[in-house]
C-alpha cells in the first residue's frame, strides 16, 4: 500500500457527500490526472483554467501528490508527467475502509446501527454480497 494510506490521513472533510483528504486544488488535480491518465503541470493548468491558478501553484500541488505517494512522475523535457499510483475506485475504497475502520474503532455500537440502516437501502445483490462475506468470515474463523 502507499505511504500515504500506511501513515493515514492527516484530515478526511466530506466534500459531496463523500469523505476526501483531499484541498480541493488537490481534489481537482487527481480528477483530471484519474480521468486522463497522465499529465503535465502545463495540461493539468488548462484543464483548471490558466488565469485561475499560477503555473508554480499547479506544480507545487502536484509535487505534495507525488511526495505523499498519491503520484509517481516521470521526467518529460523540462518538466515531469504524473501518474496516478493507483485507480479512483481503489482509492475510494481505501477512504471508505479508513472511515469505516476510525467509526468501529471508535463507536462500534454507533457504527453497527448506522450500518442497520444502509442495509434497508442496499440492493438484494450487495446484501447477499455482504451475507456470503460475513459466512466466510465466520467459517474461517470457526477453523481456528
Given at each position: 500500500m502507499i505511504d500515504f494510506f500506511k501513515?493515514?490521513?492527516?484530515?478526511?472533510?466530506?466534500?459531496k457527500q463523500k469523505p476526501s483528504p483531499f484541498g480541493d486544488l488537490e481534489e481537482k488535480v487527481m480528477e483530471f490526472?484519474?480521468?486522463?491518465?497522465?499529465?503535465?503541470?502545463?495540461?493539468v493548468r488548462q484543464y483548471l483554467g490558466?488565469?485561475?491558478?499560477?503555473?508554480?501553484?499547479?506544480?507545487?500541488?502536484?509535487?505534495?501528490?507525488y511526495k505523499?505517494?498519491?503520484?509517481?512522475?516521470?521526467?518529460?523535457?523540462?518538466?515531469?508527467?504524473?501518474?496516478?499510483?493507483?485507480?479512483?475506485?481503489q482509492f475510494e475504497a481505501e477512504v471508505a475502509k479508513k472511515v469505516v475502520k476510525?467509526?468501529?474503532?471508535?463507536?462500534p455500537?454507533?457504527?453497527?446501527?448506522?450500518?442497520?440502516?444502509?442495509?434497508?437501502?442496499l440492493p438484494e445483490e450487495e446484501i447477499d454480497r455482504i451475507r456470503k462475506l460475513f459466512e466466510e468470515k465466520i467459517k474461517n474463523e470457526s477453523k481456528k
Open positions: 501513515k493515514g490521513f492527516k484530515t478526511l472533510k466530506f466534500k490526472l484519474w480521468e486522463k491518465g497522465s499529465g503535465s503541470v502545463r495540461e490558466e488565469n485561475k491558478f499560477a503555473h508554480t501553484t499547479v506544480m507545487t500541488v502536484m509535487d505534495r501528490l505523499k505517494g498519491i503520484l509517481k512522475r516521470e521526467k518529460e523535457g523540462k518538466g515531469y508527467r504524473y501518474y496516478p499510483v493507483i485507480s479512483r475506485e476510525d467509526m468501529l474503532k471508535s463507536s455500537s454507533t457504527a453497527v446501527a448506522a450500518f442497520e440502516g444502509l442495509i434497508e437501502e
